[in-house]
């Protein structure tokens, strides 16, 4: 499908480029596209699906031809109809207000009869256990679900081929071991491109690995898998303990139960729970209730005010950001705007922000999403100074990998905090796969 | 039969054309009519909620209040029997003739206008506006896209409060937070700009070409539609005939 | 003439339109008010307020049509979310976008300095005036206080529409959000 020969890219207001002597061959398959956050990745993704350069008056020179024509012979949106793509960022890939109008959207671009359509919105919803979600709002959706019905609007209109750009980085572990296992089934009709910073959740799906190494190809042949990385517990030293309280909420669709939470001053506290289950509520309830309380949303790109780097680590107080900036790979990257950014390094910018307050509690929505290993290294180390240094840090993952370091564990489910507990909990089966921690065995 | 069925195009048609004849009728019984028959035809053919009518009408009272006592005060020289003195401005008969024509003028459009607003479905007029007027499936789906963005704006304004608070503004009275609202204007303008350009990407990325289409939603033109028309040009022909 | 628009460029317009059209309907209401003590001359020195969309739109897509089509789809925009004059709106909309439009074509699509904007501000402003004066029935006023308006609402389409338009435009350039659009494009040396 792709077909490249020293294509390289930049984008306008950079210097450098972002992609350099890419010669590369996309055969029918399926690809894994591996690389540290900030390789290109989802650049590449990008001029695939013919988005850039014409979106973005990027920079290309070289060949690049998708299915046997040079790019620029494509009108815009001509070669998506044999190309689906589910974007790295949950928040913005959709045009309408509900799940049914999305994928309605989308046959209607792709010409589907009238009178097939709700047929096939109902299958697809009905493949992915999503039927419930027909009607929601899309806005109003947690992230795991947002990502979840991309997929559904990705596939719905029957593409050759399939760009998944991270896909599993907001889905719980239950939902994710669905997921491949699914999409296992579906593949040998349609050919998948992934790109995925955990190959070990894939089990043995690829057959070929293309890996990124800044912008160049380091990488291109079968696929090996590898384990996934381990993390072991922090000590932590508790010191006084602080009561929060988090008021029940109410929404159409879901109620978040009261919940009083008791933590202990150095403490690293994971929440654990299902897609939906109501983490992200809970959390932007806390730091609303409580001023001692900083938040990166799950979206962190929310949290940016400035208009560079450099501005956004040091706004609001006078203490040294060089530390964290270069631990948190940003030094290159010191006078970009942060929303020009790859998703991994705005990620790491806000928890960067994060770390520089004095919050007596700092809480990170889902910061190990889309991460590589090396910033989950960092993120590791920069935690634990946190919590010497006195402060709690509270954080809520589905990379079960990393959730061990914590020392505390709380779990959601359906609105209902639960906990505290501690490492014991990995080995209660029963209580992890009621809350989507564990596939059930069928 | 009701307004509310009836193909928003011709609808808009018919309403826009009754408009415009009526710039051109100088005495005040045919806007007098006009206004009388459009109630008539509203409450005949479609479902009012007279409270949302009223709401809306308020405003255009005043606009028709005010145009009278400016025509009064501020008309032009006009021969005839002085009735009476304004603010030093003699006052005609022919005077207060035109004064209440355009005041009149001004209720009737309002009915018409409340006539299409309040019988019609954006999003079906938008369709109907593609599949019957030709109107650019990329403009109308851009359209679309502004629809949505009416929550989001309002979405967006909240999560600025929160950015803020989590940034450190610290904005504790309702006062406050109003004087605020400068320092989010610009934030939230940006933000929407980016928001529209990723519902672009989304769009093109899901194969959106904007070429003529077919769409699930199918806006149709029937033979009551033209019933309805027929019997708005007929009121209008009426009230001319009325005037004269 | 929609065909060699990018697709974001003409969702952009209708995303301003949208805000703008709110903006409108709001300013409307506060006119109205006035409207009714001091007759329709409370209109006119607010009058640029209605223009802005077509000037913030040209400077930044830079494309013909743009001040044209933004104002028209602002005007339908305003209309269903609940402006009154209804289905007349439109046609407002479509007259004052041509006299803004028609700025930037007697300057070949080529210039968008402040002078340019503003001449669309002051385009927006006669040609909306005209129909105002056949509409609003002007005929019947006075001439003085005819040409008092005018003046009043031209005014205001050059500062209001024409200045007020670029300052508001450069600030969000500032921000960063128009990075992929004609406006940003100038002012980046490639190389
Ligand atoms: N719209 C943009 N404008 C300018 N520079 C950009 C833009 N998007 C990405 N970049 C830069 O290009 C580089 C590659 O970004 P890209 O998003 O392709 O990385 P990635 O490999 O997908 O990373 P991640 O794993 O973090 O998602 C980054 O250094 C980033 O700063
Ligand atoms: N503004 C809202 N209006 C209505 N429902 C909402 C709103 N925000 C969230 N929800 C619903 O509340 C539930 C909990 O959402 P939340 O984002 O807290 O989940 P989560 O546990 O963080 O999930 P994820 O792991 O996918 O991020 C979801 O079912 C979501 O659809
Ligand atoms: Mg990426
Ligand atoms: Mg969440």
């Excluded at chain 1, 960022?89 to 049914?100: A, C």
């Excluded at chain 1, 962190?300 to 706004?315: G, N, W």
């Excluded at chain 2, 018409?112 to 593609?130: A, G, I, Q």
């Excluded at chain 2, 990325?205 to 939603?217: I, M, N, V, W």
Aim: proline letters at 4%; aromatic letters at 10%.
């Amino acid at each position: 499908m792709v077909e490249a020969e020293q294509l390289a890219f930049r984008y306008p207001d950079k210097q450098r480029e972002v992609l350099t002597d890419i010669t590369l061959q996309l055969t029918a398959g399926r690809t894994l596209i591996t690389g540290a956050s900030g390789s290109g990745k989802s650049t590449l993704f990008s001029l695939m699906n013919r988005l850039y350069p014409d979106n973005c008056d990027g920079i290309v020179t070289g060949k690049l031809h998708l299915f046997d024509r040079s790019y620029d012979t494509y009108t815009a949106g001509e070669v998506n109809r044999r190309v689906g793509t589910v974007f790295q960022d949950p928040d913005s890939q959709f045009v309408m207000q509900t799940v049914e109008e999305e994928l309605i959207f989308t046959l209607e671009n792709f010409a589907v009869a009238r009178d097939e359509m709700m047929a096939r919105v109902a299958t697809i919803l009905a493949e992915l256990q999503l039927t419930d979600y027909r009607d929601r709002v899309i806005h109003d959706l947690s992230g795991g679900e947002k990502q979840q019905i991309a997929v559904a609007c990705a596939l719905i209109g029957k593409p050759e081929w399939l760009l998944l750009d991270e896909p599993l980085a907001h889905l719980d572990p239950e939902t994710s071991t669905r997921f491949v296992q699914w999409l296992d089934n579906v593949a040998q009709t349609v050919n998948v491109v992934v790109i995925e910073h955990r190959p070990f959740l894939w089990g043995g799906f690829f057959d070929r690995e293309v890996e990124l190494v800044n912008g160049r190809i380091n990488y291109d042949g079968p696929f090996v898998a590898r384990p996934d990385y381990t993390f072991s517990p922090v000590k932590v030293t508790q010191g006084n303990t602080v009561l929060f309280h988090v008021p029940q909420l109410k929404r159409i669709t879901f109620k978040l139960a009261a919940s009083e939470l008791t933590v202990a001053e150095g403490d690293l506290i994971a929440v654990l729970g299902r897609n939906g289950s109501g983490k992200s509520t809970w959390l932007k309830s806390l730091a609303r209730e409580h001023q001692e309380v900083g938040l990166v949303p799950q979206s962190p790109a929310r949290l940016f005010i400035t208009s560079d780097v450099t501005r956004e680590l040091a706004y609001g107080h006078n203490r040294p950001i060089e530390d964290i900036m270069n631990r948190l790979g940003l030094g290159p990257f010191r006078n970009d705007h942060p929303l020009s950014l790859s998703h991994g390094q705005k990620r790491r910018l806000a928890i960067g922000v994060m770390m520089l307050s004095n919050k007596r509690l700092i809480a990170f929505d889902e910061p190990t999403a889309g991460q590589d290993e090396i910033s989950l290294r960092a993120l590791y180390e920069l935690m634990v100074e946190r919590t010497r240094a006195g402060q709690t840090v509270l954080f809520v993952t589905h990379d079960l990998s990393f959730a061990r370091i914590a020392n505390t564990y709380y779990l959601m489910r359906e609105g209902y905090l639960s906990g505290p507990y501690d490492a014991s909990l990995w080995n209660e089966t029963e209580l992890l796969q009621a809350h989507g921690l564990l596939l059930e065995e069928s | 039969m009701t307004f509310h069925e009836m193909n928003p195009t011709i609808k808009f048609l018919t309403v826009t054309l009754l408009m415009f004849g009526l710039a051109f009728m100088y005495n005040p019984w045919t806007p007098l009519a006009v206004f009388i028959g459009t109630l008539i035809l509203q409450i005949l053919f479609s479902n009012v909620n007279w409270k949302r009518w009223g709401l809306f009408m308020i405003p255009f009272l005043f606009t028709a209040l005010g145009t009278l006592w400016t025509t009064l005060v501020f008309g032009k020289e006009a021969g005839g029997e002085v009735m009476f003195t304004l603010f030093g401005n003699d006052v005609t008969v022919e005077n207060v003739m035109l004064a209440s024509t355009l005041s009149l003028r001004v209720l009737a459009f309002t009915a018409l206008s409340l006539l299409f607003t309040l019988t019609t479905d954006p999003k079906r007029f938008v369709y109907s506006l593609m599949q019957q007027g030709k109107l650019s499936p990329k403009i109308a789906y851009s359209v679309f896209v502004g629809f949505r963005f009416f929550p989001i704006l309002k979405h967006e304004l909240m999560q600025l409060y929160e950015t803020h608070a989590l940034r450190g503004v610290r904005l504790e009275t309702r006062l406050d937070h109003i004087r605020h609202v400068p320092n989010l204007i610009i934030p939230l303008l940006a933000g929407s700009i980016r928001q529209a350009e990723r519902i672009a990407f989304s769009m093109e990325a899901r194969g959106f070409t904007g070429e003529p289409r077919a769409t699930y939603e199918v806006v149709a033109i029937t033979r009551y539609d033209f019933l309805l028309a027929s019997l708005l040009i007929v009121l209008f022909g009426v009230s001319v005939w009325i005037g004269i | 003439m929609l065909k060699s628009w990018k697709l974001k460029e003409i969702v952009l317009l209708a995303i301003l339109s949208v805000v703008f059209a709110v903006v409108y309907l709001a300013f409307v209401h506060v006119g109205n008010l006035w409207a009714g003590l001091i007759g329709p001359i409370a209109y006119e020195w607010i009058f640029g307020i209605w223009f802005i969309v077509s000037i913030i739109a040209a400077y930044i897509i830079r494309r013909p049509g743009a001040a044209f089509l933004s104002e028209v789809l602002a005007a339908t925009i305003e209309m269903m979310i609940g402006n009154a004059i209804g289905p007349r709106i439109i046609l407002v909309g479509i007259i004052q976008g041509l006299g803004a439009e028609a700025a930037f074509a007697v300057t070949g699509y080529k210039r968008y300095d402040l002078w340019v904007l503003m001449l669309a501000g002051f385009g927006a402003a006669a040609t909306s005036f005209a129909y105002t004066y056949v509409m609003g029935g002007l005929v019947a006023l006075s001439p003085t206080y005819v040409a008092t308006m005018f003046a009043l609402r031209a005014t205001s389409g050059m500062l209001i529409a024409g200045l007020g338009g670029k300052i508001l435009s450069d600030l969000l350039l500032r921000t960063g959000a128009l990075e992929g659009y004609a406006l940003a494009r100038k002012g980046r040396v490639h190389g």
